[in-house]
């Protein structure tokens, strides 16, 4: 029986002819990369055993569930062999997602229970989508803050001040350091997800966002918070080190604002803020690379203000000018932070809070830059 129904959907079974069909069929395209997939023949079982389903007697349940099990199964960490999964791909059935990958681990379906139609097969248990940092991640009410760039010092502190409020994203590549973080918000009672994310690499930034906002909360907060402070005579930077600069300063804050305002859009409302330094005003000696970079992201979110603003999307540079007390300064220049006065540094719990009420301000009154600088700072 169960063959049976499967021989009478007259599917396309030629590579070229199912990848004219997804082509056709716009938001059916469920592959990446090429690779022809079987997924887009399991969905369309699912839907004609749906249908069909609908009209079977009770003398014909056990098929049914029979049939369900057989299409439709997807349990443990490894996929059914009906699916052949190309880097990152999403197969929904009725609005249920079976199975997914992204990044570079398969991940199971975040449903607790598979439901095709109005049943539930119990077979088809699927485990919570996992996070880099191993917890659970589980769709949330609070809407979420990503802080893309974060180590123990500034990220690190405003991923603590948004936390009460919103469920915070901090993207990394220190995946033991993620885990840390991530689980000291949850133990105060806050909810925190850490990613793996290199901001290096626009396809990671795409696929960690899109993942974001399908399966953990809308993003109404983005903050980009990375950067490599280089310092070297002109001379001495090669053109690879000035690229490898200006891709994590420039290149990944453009990519993360760029989807960040796609998914923002939409909603008419969001906050992206860019941290910026003295180069993003002016190019020190010996700061040619550094400079670069900051000048770049400042102009990047200036014209996103001016484009977005009037969609309801705050864009916003804020420009830390001076020295931040955090653990690195006292490990690597312990002289200069000795020499301080007191509150000679600028704290990272008050530059978070400047961040925080950035997003809050009333759209009537928004910053584009703010400057920040100890009260002994010279300018």
């Not at 070297?232 to 930077?237: G, V």
């Not at 999307?313 to 000795?338: C, E, Q, S, W, Y």
């Not at 301000?361 to 830059?369: D, F």
Request: positive net charge; hydrophobic residues 40%; aromatic residues 8%.
């Amino acid at each position: 029986m169960t063959q049976n129904v499967f021989q009478q959907e007259r599917l396309p079974r030629s590579k070229q002819s199912i990848n004219r069909h997804l082509v056709q069929s716009g938001p059916a395209r469920n592959f990446i990369d090429g690779n022809i997939v079987d997924a887009f023949i399991a969905t369309q079982r699912v839907n004609r055993i749906e249908q069909r389903r609908s009209r079977r007697s009770a003398g014909h349940a056990r098929t049914a569930r029979h049939v369900d099990q057989k299409v439709a199964t997807v349990s443990g960490s490894e996929p059914s062999p009906i699916f052949r999964v190309s880097e990152a791909m999403r197969v929904f059935t009725g609005g249920c997602l079976l199975a997914i990958r992204c990044g570079h681990t398969y991940r199971s379906s975040t449903a607790a229970d598979l439901q095709i139609g109005n049943s539930t097969n119990s077979g088809a248990t699927a485990a919570a989508t996992q996070n880099s940092d191993g917890a659970a991640m589980n769709r949330t009410s609070k809407k979420v803050a990503v802080i893309a760039g974060v180590g123990e010092g500034l990220g690190q502190a405003i991923a603590r001040r948004f936390a009460p409020d919103y469920h915070v994203v901090m993207f990394a590549r220190d995946l033991e350091k993620l885990q840390g973080y991530a689980a000291q918000l949850r133990d105060a009672g806050s909810e925190a997800t850490g990613m793996k994310v290199d901001l290096r690499v626009e396809r990671e930034i795409v696929e960690a966002l899109a993942t974001i906002e399908q399966e953990i909360g809308p993003i109404e907060v983005a903050v980009y918070n990375a950067g490599a402070q280089h310092r070297k005579p002109l001379l001495e930077i090669s053109g690879d080190a000035f690229e490898k600069v200006w891709r994590l300063g420039a290149f990944g804050a453009f990519v993360f604002a760029r989807e960040a305002v796609r998914h923002m859009e939409p909603r008419g409302q969001g906050t992206i803020i860019f941290t910026g330094a003295t180069s993003s005003l002016r190019g020190g000696a010996n700061f040619g690379a550094f400079a670069a970079a900051k000048f770049a992201t400042r102009a990047v979110i200036q014209s996103i203000a001016r484009e977005f603003g009037p969609k309801g999307i705050h864009a916003a540079t804020v420009i830390i000018d001076g020295a931040v007390n955090m653990p690195a300064i006292h490990r690597l220049f312990p002289d200069l932070a000795k020499s301080m006065p007191p509150d000679g540094m600028l704290s990272t719990d008050e530059v978070a809070e400047t961040y925080y009420q950035i997003h809050r301000q009333h759209r009537s009154a928004w910053t584009l830059e703010a400057d920040l600088r100890p009260y002994s700072e010279k300018f």
